[in-house]
Nanobody
């Protein structure tokens, strides 16, 4: 069983930065792929970024490529999402997810609001 807790959301002006953190409980964090997703009001949840457990290879949605960076610290059971050059369209609830083959575990989400 893995429990995920996100933090770091808030209100920021367009062009600003935020760093989200997701801390996991459970002994197998290092064996999971970790992902970030987001859901804006009235829209479906969408993929943002992921990082693999073995090689720490990363993959990003086109909408955030070059602006967001995902990283992980297995010793701290934490995955990060550094968000730069934020845009109003990045406003959403951001969720952390973890899993081996599928995303089996989800956090409660943290609100990110970008003002224009």
């Amino acid at each position: 069983q893995v429990q995920l807790v996100e933090s770091g959301g808030g209100l920021v002006q367009a062009g600003g930065s935020l760093r989200l953190s997701c801390t996991a409980s459970g002994r197998t964090f290092s064996s999971y792929t970790m992902g970030w997703f987001r859901q804006a009001p009235g829209k479906e949840r969408e993929f943002v970024a992921r990082i693999s457990w073995g090689t720490s290879s990363t993959y990003y949605a086109d909408s955030v490529k070059g602006r967001f960076t995902i990283s992980r610290d297995n010793a701290k059971n934490t995955v990060y999402l550094q968000m730069n050059s934020l845009k109003p369209e990045d406003t959403a609830v951001y969720y952390c997810a973890a899993g081996a083959q599928t995303y089996d575990y989800w956090g409660q989400g943290t609100q990110v609001t970008v003002s224009s």
